[in-house]
């Protein structure tokens, strides 16, 4: 019997995939350093964009310039994370993003910064990501034994949401006494120490043999995403939010400010609202590895995040929007979690870091609904722009799942794609049973 056929109950099986497991115990408190910087920089961004230079519509195109390398540098970026150590991957562009942090912390401490600064650096914070954060969630299921995987999920999941406890919380009651600069320092020294960690994993090399080019493996993955009617579907949920809702987190700002009137310390109170809601989510549905029925679950929180996300933005009530973000920050955590560890039971490890790049490049998707949400803000107000937006991500939703049929068995889709990767790992490395570079074989 391994660890892994003990039977745990309480907090050992909330924790399970931490249990003697070194290797993901270290990447996973790197995560945590690397999403507490990630926080506080996203925070600290947005409050100076509306502080120093009052304008909603920068919002949206500091998104932009954000999302954008994501979304054509995240399918290269899971190419080379098929193909080399993932330990030096993320290494390197864990130290990128230690430089652009530094940067931005010395030029708002010397009071040069500008906001075309700013739109120089945040892409290639931006690059760096895409780089790295496909590394990171294709490590996860290499560490982690696959009964143990929706757990490790939850857990890497409910630690970002951690991060939006107390990092905002923090940022926003930083800023007064030491300034954006100051608490931008702090930021800096979060992705220090998730740098730190990553001397610590162990090297992670391919298993297959890379007897294909790079224009090759790059190809290969989207054949694979097309193969896969399921794998589609779960993409395609996984874009809908970030279109239609995610928006309301770049305008967050501007509720803070003009609507509800908080300053800056409200603002960070809202974020750890969220992140709260969130971190209670993941702890539940750490406990959810044999809760049939997932692709009901997923729509049944999808629809209630609509209608939360609704009510938030017509909100006149800043103490009945905190409640409104906690509870959207725990069905929004279910949901991506869900949808994150369905993604990664269904895909080998061979394609496994384009395919998590791909679902990556949803995020460089954020300017389609961003950059008009913040012109229309500049415009109309916050409030309307959020509330249509809302109701866009509900109909989306009900469309993608009546649309595609596999999503309602999806624990039949799970436990094949279990199946399929326990005898595909049995095999000899230079093996790929069912595989032909990212094409299924017939």
Known sequence: MTDSDVPLTGWQRTFSSLSGNRAFTFLFAGNIGFFFGMQMMMILSGWLVIHKWDNAAYLGYLMATAAIPMLVLAPIGGVVSDRVDKRKLILATQCLLVVTSSTVSILILTDVIQFWHMMLITPVSATAFAFNIPGRQALVAILVPRDRLMNAISLSTAAMNASRIVAPALAGILVAPIGIGGAYVISTACYATAAATTVFLPPSRPRRVREFTFLEDFAGGFRYIRS?????????????????????????????????????????????????????????????????????????????????????????????????????????????????????????????????????????????????????????GAPPVVAVGAVLFVISTVVIFVATPSLRTLDRGMEEGRERETARRAAPADAVPGMDHGRPRP
């Open 228 to 380: 896969s009617a399921l794998l589609m579907g779960l993409l395609l949920f996984a874009t809908v939010p970030i279109i239609f809702a995610m928006p309301h987190q770049t305008l967050l700002p501007v509720f803070a400010d003009d609507v509800w009137h908080v300053g800056s310390v409200g603002f960070g109170v809202m974020q750890a609202s969220s992140g709260a809601g969130g971190l209670i989510g993941g702890f539940v549905v750490a406990n959810l590895d044999s809760y049939r029925r997932k692709g009901t679950l997923m729509l049944a929180t999808a629809l209630v995040f609509g209608a939360l996300l609704f009510v938030f933005a017509l909100s006149p009530w800043y103490g009945l929007a905190l409640g409104l973000m906690a509870a959207m920050g725990f069905v929004s955590m279910t949901f991506t979690t869900v949808n994150n560890t369905a993604i990664q039971m269904v895909i080998p490890d061979e394609v496994r870091g384009r395919v998590m790049s791909v679902m990556m490049m949803t995020f460089g998707l954020m300017p389609l609904g961003a950059v008009p949400a913040g012109i229309a803000a500049q415009s109309v």
